[in-house]
T-cell receptor, first 114, second 113 residues
């Protein structure tokens, strides 16, 4: 079965510190992987996506993610967190074939402290 | 990218009533998806809507409770019927563009009293 696991429900980091949000997936076909961010009261915004090729992908707002097939992981990273990064982060997986819905993880809530 | 609008953006409804949510896309798409996000939870797929055919519902969701229309390639509606407080959620529509990149509407925040 297709599934996405985000093991950390809530993470708190200090502003300026580095960040890594974990994501593991289980998918029977070649996966497309995504990270979305949802700020309070806002819609979903795509941070980055991985389809193929270079396993380190760059996204918006200074985020990057690394695809590791052997570990079925797609962890999100940022070298220096800003207070405005406080939000809910969702990892999602979809089929390579297209026109299929995404399967989402339960999300990780990021809090940023001064 | 895709521009997706939803109406209403939010609503407060009484239990037992129904609400129809509209989703408009800026260009034609084959499939549209409806998701539900319950408070503090992740997104759960309700159904997939193809133009000209019946929507396909996920386990736990039924047509009588969540009827969907897809009259053309740019528009869809989701109705939440006979509402109860447990239906209080954010409802989002989405479409796929450019391979498998999925774009989401801004969501409809529903509160049922």
């Amino acid at each position: 079965a297709q599934s996405v696991t985000q093991p950390d429900i809530h993470i708190t980091v200090s502003e300026g510190a580095s960040l890594e949000l974990r994501c593991n997936y289980s998918y029977g076909a070649t996966p497309y992987l995504f990270w979305y961010v949802q700020s309070p009261g806002q819609g979903l915004q795509l941070l980055l996506k991985y389809f193929s090729g270079d396993t380190l992908v760059q996204g918006i707002k200074g985020f990057e993610a690394e695809f590791k097939r052997s570990q079925s992981s797609f962890n999100l990273r940022k070298p220096s967190v800003h207070w405005s990064d406080a939000a809910e982060y969702f990892c999602a997986v979809g089929a390579y074939s297209g026109n299929t819905p995404l399967v989402f993880g339960k999300g990780t809530r990021l809090s940023v402290i001064a | 990218s895709a521009v997706i609008s939803q109406k209403p953006s939010r609503d407060i409804c009484q239990r037992g009533t129904s609400l129809t949510i509209q989703c408009q896309v800026d260009s034609q798409v084959t499939m549209m998806f409806w998701y539900r996000q319950q408070p503090g939870q992740s997104l759960t797929l309700i159904a997939t809507a193809n133009q000209g055919s019946e929507a396909t519902y996920e386990s736990g969701f039924v047509i009588d409770k969540f009827p969907i229309s897809r009259p053309n390639l740019t528009f869809s509606t989701l109705t939440v019927s006979n509402m109860s407080p447990e239906d209080s959620s954010i409802y989002l529509c989405s479409v796929v563009r450019g391979g498998n990149e999925q774009f989401f509407g801004p969501g409809t925040r529903l509160t049922v009293l």
